[in-house]
Nanobody, 118 residues
Framework: QPQLVESGGGLVQPGGSLRLSCAAS????????VHWFRQAPGKEREGVSC????????DYSDSVKGRFTISRDSAKNTVYLQMNSLKPEDTAVYYC???????????WGQGTQVTVSS
């Protein structure tokens, strides 16, 4: 059964860093576009970053550009989101999703909570 599992969330102070992981089982993650989304309480879900299948090119939302980095480890069937210089407004549940096409999200993870607070 195809599955995505996120990990790495937690509580961090403003200015700190976290690395989220999105591990796939039951399918080859490198054959898919992989997206990171986030949703804060009372807000709509927001696309944060995407890494392409094939050449692994990356896109970022303006709100995280220059602070977050998405990467892929094909040997571990895992995609990472390195988050630096975290701000309180980055607080949200972060989800990864994989789609065979750029505009698709065929599989979703369960989410991991990120809280940025002093």
């Amino acid at each position: 059964q195809p599955q995505l599992v996120e990990s790495g969330g937690g509580l961090v102070q403003p200015g700190g860093s976290l690395r989220l992981s999105c591990a796939a089982s039951g399918f080859t993650l490198s054959w898919y576009y992989v997206h990171w989304f986030r949703q804060a309480p009372g807000k709509e879900r927001e696309g944060v970053s995407c890494i392409s299948k094939g050449n692994g090119s990356a896109d970022y939302s303006d709100s995280v550009k220059g602070r977050f980095t998405i990467s892929r480890d094909s040997a571990k069937n895992t995609v990472y989101l390195q988050m630096n210089s975290l701000k309180p407004e980055d607080t949200a549940v972060y989800y990864c999703a994989a789609g065979i096409g750029r505009g698709r999200t065929d599989y979703w993870g369960q989410g991991t909570q990120v809280t940025v607070s002093s």
